[in-house]
């Protein structure tokens, strides 16, 4: 395999540790994301196609790690919506107060 999808799946590996702790570290996730960007590019950048079967792998785990994004996006998304909605609703009370 080559270096860089060694590196690849090192990257991989490190972001579904941080996808699956109970809290996850955004700026941590950010971070891997953008090695994770360049590394591509880097591996898009070769004369030659990497391996079919290590690249087939690779192609696995980035849908495991849009869909594990894709769950802590909705999750945030229904926590703000309860929190605003619960603004509202003191904001509201304090009317009548």
């Known amino acids: 395999m080559s270096p860089l999808l060694l590196k690849l799946e090192r990257i991989d590996r ?55 994004i894709k769950e802590h996006r909705d999750s945030a998304a229904a926590q703000a919506s309860r929190f605003i909605k619960g603004r509202k609703s003191v904001q509201l009370y304090k009317k009548f107060e």
């Not at 996808?19 to 570290?25: I, S, Y």
């Not at 590019?41 to 391996?51: G, S």
């Not at 087939?56 to 849908?63: C, D, E, I, P």
């Open 14 to 68: 490190h972001l579904l540790a941080v996808l699956t702790a109970d809290a996850v570290d955004a700026d941590e996730m950010a971070q891997l994301l953008n090695e994770r960007k360049h590394c591509l590019n880097d591996i898009a950048m070769l004369p030659e196609p990497p391996e079919k079967e290590a690249w087939s792998t690779a192609v696995g785990r980035t849908q495991q790690i849009m869909t594990l």
